[in-house]
């Protein structure tokens, strides 16, 4: 698993890999602008427009919806990401923070219209995620929503197809998620499939 010098190292050649993945349509990137796509739209048709982004990284999705009159938080645990996202969004509220401990004390005191993870939330366990998500879920504002894309599956199956194609490109310290079975767990998931490897997960207010 990358730690946080792991990903200070990557900052600089991140959008680089990412597009080179994203262009030959393979995993873990396949499907990479379209997810943030149907999250900046989902996200921009709420009401309301504040946004907390946990993993920004190099804010390639939180720079355009901070561009679009959103109010930007974020977490990361890369100085070198936040120094990158910092410099993109001056008025973004960026804190340094690793999520498996949950959330900085700093965002605990904000409500928002829309949470967002993408290519982020995999560092955490299975438990990890459902008890980060629980952490987060009253932050969110009436109608608000959390927004999750990433390398996802909606079944096991899926899941172990995807890691057998991959062959030796699979990384085994990346634990995604599997739709069905997230959904024991947390009530008003909606999932919306992109491609082989990725998609998006809306879980709304309760
Ligand atoms: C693969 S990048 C995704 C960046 C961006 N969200 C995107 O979609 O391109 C993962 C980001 O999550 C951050 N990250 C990974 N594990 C983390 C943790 N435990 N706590 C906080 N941030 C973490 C990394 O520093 C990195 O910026």
Known sequence: MLDANGFNGWADAYDNEVRTSEENDEYPFAGYNEVLGLIEQLVVGKTGRTVLDIGFGTAVLTRKLY????????????????????????????FCGDMSDGLVPELCRNKYDSIIATYSIHHLS???KIDFIKQLLPLLNENGSIFIGDVLFKTRAELEACRSDA???WDEDEIY????????HLSNVIFHKITFCSGVIEIKAY
């Open 67 to 94: 561009d679009k009159g959103c109010k930007i938080y974020g977490q990361d645990f890369s100085t070198s990401m936040i120094e990158i996202a910092q410099k993109k969004m001056p008025k973004a509220e960026l």
């Open 126 to 128: 299975d438990d990890g």
């Open 177 to 184: 998620v599997v739709v069905d079975e997230l959904k024991k």
């Open 167 to 169: 062959g030796e490109a």
